[in-house]
């Protein structure tokens, strides 16, 4: 059986490969050697000077030239697919490729218009990425398990519908871990992806091929999952915008996922972008396709232009943000303040203990989840990512998995779960007598992990991501800057969040993380994602008129 | 210990009893053997003229004249506890009495309007009732466990603070069985609750309390809680309007209850009022004050009049309904047919399948969470709701309680679910091929139970209520009529949802159901409140257009 999965494993790799076009292949990469193969897709010879005008170019943008028809879905799509199989020869952040359906989608719709004078909707032409887990009907969702390979979908997420519908064009799915619980990208099928701004480093996970292919602008909006930072920490690593809705905001249904049924910390699909335009147009689109009529966990919420507007938060005038202290955020404070807004500390409220129920709720019955699919094929579960030439070693699992919990403790849990998410709402309505803006702090900015991307196999820490989904707020990553070797030295520290922790700081030097990108999460409160969103725009713009400025 | 219990049970009662004023105590209570006690309030005595016209008083015409100052809150809250007090020795309806706290409130409020001419809120100076469970600073919430006697809440539930900052004055607590988890009311601490329309039929549950009170216009508006049916049962049996809401709009955080942390098919908490007006204000008032501030499980959702006013539902003209056949909705047919609305057969899909989902989430940790409870005191955990001396026995418990289940297996049931209400929602939006409206069916109008109220230990299917829990969809409960001798005879009928239920059909006679109210639900879809309430309206007034006609 050993020897059966691999040989599957390795076929579904070859079938991957086959299914690129051949003049799309380059003969030209890269060696390993080089790290920093970001600048690569503009350099590499395959795109013709129009595309990569077009996959350089903002959401915004793109939407407005394909719905005037000045550029058609069919050279978008194509441009962007390029790119996408360069980013995929160098990162190997895909998993499957259909370029003729994408294109003979993006004809349609081409058609369409030309026909009717009218777009098919808001996203008319517009390419989409898709985490594998995302059903396209007639393709496979393996997920990097050896046992749902060749399983073709039998239909069509109800988030792909709702794309489709609005005139998206999915054109590629892309790289996850086994099990999806991990926050780095790694399987036995399609292997590693590799961390654009410096391949020796981890992409993150487990959305690490969408954050790696937009992150090379291989697609313009990419949508992903996030269970305790899927979306974020690729988002934060591969110095991308990411969006973590709140429960049920964006349809889930119809995906393949790990760990189905468990409702208590659900896993929620967002988009990925480079700019948050692309974010908000996405949103919005989803939100008005009413997907509750689709997905019976789908919140019933329209998109509120109100709630856009932050009637809640004085209009946007004067916020003020609570910060979550960490090294590096100096620059949004300053940003901030000269953009007119306050910033306060944000005290953490029980965080350790917020992140042992999140870890006791899906240890639960993970185990179990990972063994009866795993079992199917016998492919081994995957205990470390860290890559056998490593220097750096680890011990594996990176959540404690529990055995033989019973449905009553799981409810206990559950239950100090729900306990604690009431502390902590109690908790950011109390700060409004420190504010001075008459409301409580209108949003948090946090440190989206404790590092930027580490090496392959040492990303050992979630806890600034899942915290957020462990208390449901909508959170949105913003890059920010990238280290550099200069400013960058290794500060004194005494505490650690565990052994590995201590030996990454240990092996430290300003060139392990080379040009690695620093980003944050502005995090809102419960179903306020259209808030959240125009407060990110509002941090991005302070930090890009403050840049501008220095 | 066995002592203990009942000493420590006795000794609550008693407390109970002392704590209603002595003035109020009747000494011209009907004997046990006059059944039909729903007329009584108005004959005792004990009420004067105003007090009566005050408790006959519909819901807006109460919050009319409280705000205008006419009738002050003193004076309603002082007939609505006297008609409360009656009810009580006449069906044994209440838990906690607090006369002197309510009174004082009632003063405050109309203090507050005497001086600024201002309301506190839309609720100013009404009475309300809540379910035992509701937590009230410095009063108990035992439930009906003696384990929890002599435990004052320290602290309001968000409801009953959110109802307080409203203007309503929450002035008793009403009766539940032990563990909620009975579709009828009886415990060790209380006792039971009788149907006021006939004393040898249950009240239902496990709002029973509620359902009694309520329908005695003992309070103007109460809330109960519903996780297969507790809101709706107790409305049904007692012939009283009444709502579940969807998961989550509604604040429950704050309050006691059993089975805490089972998140899969959680309990939440409805209106019960006389008229649909008592529901729409408790709604709106409840949503209005912005309930996710409070209860992080609250759905940031605010009260939409544009749904109220049906924009979905074809403006609210011409709907189609679907009827979830069963004996007696012939009248509910006719009269919507005569209001120009359509009416088709609605087809349950998989019921039986959804109904076992729900038992098997419940199941997975019920025994161990009813043991944790009961074994605190020694009190027996109660396994039939039959009294001593009745006439027809019954086996015991009325869902099967697994043991044994592991986290992991109840993640499958709860996925199972999942995908059942994915297939219902498929099911229901497919029906726009056979409205002939455009839309598909608006509303399902749905029995509430297979029967009227049945008597006492014998209401052992509550499958026509929990479907719409599994589900997720708001239904409100509406009274039609009441069992006729004449016209109610025994049909012909082959098949049994168990033994129960044929012993029960063959022990049949109208005289045994003499006087129970009929009621039907009008169902929703999940987050529809506003609009259900509005095509409840339609309903309740196509009955009485109907009613007043023949």
Redesign the interface.
């Known amino acids: 059986m050993a020897t059966d999965w691999k040989i599957i494993a390795a076929g579904k790799k070859a079938q991957q490969q086959a299914s690129i076009p051949k003049e799309w292949l380059l003969s030209n990469l890269p060696p390993q050697s080089v790290l920093d193969i970001s600048g690569f897709p503009e350099t590499c010879g395959l795109l013709s000077d129009e595309e990569l005008q077009i996959t350089r170019s903002d959401t915004d943008t793109l939407l407005a030239k394909l719905a005037s028809g000045e550029w058609s879905s069919v050279k978008v799509t194509t441009a962007f697919y390029k790119r996408a199989i360069v980013a995929q020869q160098i990162t190997n952040c895909l998993t499957e490729i259909f370029v003729e359906r994408a294109l003979a989608r993006a004809a349609e719709l081409d058609e369409h218009l030309k026909k009717t004078g009218k777009v098919v909707g808001p996203l008319h032409g517009l390419p989409i990425s898709l985490k594998d887990q995302i059903n396209v009907k007639g393709i496979d969702s393996c997920m990097g398990y050896v046992s749902w390979i060749d399983k073709p979908a039998e239909s069509n997420a109800v988030l792909t519908d709702i794309l489709e519908s609005a005139g998206a064009v999915p054109f590629v799915k892309t790289n996850i871990p086994q099990t999806l619980m991990w926050p780095e990208t790694y399987n036995h099928v399609f292997g590693r992806t590799n961390n654009p701004y410096n391949r020796s480093l981890t992409s993150g996970g487990s959305s690490g091929g969408e954050g790696a292919l937009v992150s090379l602008r291989g697609s313009p909006v990419g949508v992903g999952s996030d269970i305790g930072g899927s979306v974020r920490i690729p988002s934060a690593f591969c110095g991308t915008y990411g969006l973590r809705p709140c429960y049920g905001r964006v349809p889930y249904?119809?995906c393949v996922n790990s760990?189905?049924?468990?409702?208590?910390v659900p896993s929620v699909l967002g988009p990925i972008s480079n700019d948050i335009a692309g974010i908000k147009h996405f949103m919005k689109a989803v939100i008005d396709a009413k997907p509750?009529?689709?997905?019976?966990?789908a919140?019933?919420?329209r998109w509120s232009e109100e709630e856009y507007n932050l009637v809640d938060h004085g209009n946007g005038k004067n916020l003020c943000f609570g910060i979550l202290w960490d090294d590096g955020l100096e620059t949004v404070k300053k940003a901030l303040l000269d953009a007119g807004h306050k910033v306060i500390d944000w005290k953490p409220l029980k965080h350790p203990e917020i992140y042992e129920t999140l870890r006791g709720v899906w240890g639960?019955?993970a185990e179990?989840?990972y063994r009866t699919v795993t079992a199917l094929s016998g492919e081994p579960i995957i205990s470390t990512m860290v890559p056998e030439d490593a220097i750096v070693k680890d011990s594996g699992e990176w959540f404690v998995v529990d055995t033989?919990?019973?449905?009553?403790?799981?409810?206990?849990?559950?239950?100090?779960k729900?306990d604690l998410?009431?502390e902590?709402?109690?908790h950011w309505?109390d700060t409004v007598s420190v504010t001075g803006t008459g409301r409580p702090v209108d949003a948090i900015i946090s440190p989206v992990a404790p590092y930027a991307a580490p090496p392959h196999g040492l990303n050992k820490n979630a806890n600034y991501t899942l915290i957020w989904n462990g208390?449901?707020y909508a959170a949105l990553v913003i890059p920010v800057s990238k280290v550099d070797q200069a400013l960058d030295v290794q500060r004194p520290r005494n505490q650690f969040y565990n052994d590995t922790d201590k030996a990454l700081y240990e092996s430290y030097n300003p060139e392990t993380f080379k040009n690695a990108p620093i980003s944050v999460q502005v995090v809102g409160?419960?179903?306020?994602e259209e808030a959240v969103i125009a407060m990110s725009e509002i941090v991005d713009n302070a930090l890009k008129t403050s840049k501008a400025k220095s």
């Open positions: 249904a119809g760990m189905e049924g468990q409702d208590s509750w009529l689709q997905d019976p966990l919140v019933r919420k639960a019955g179990e989840d033989g919990v019973s449905a009553f403790q799981l409810w206990q849990t559950q239950k100090h729900r998410r009431q902590y709402l109690r309505e208390l449901d409160r419960t179903l306020e």
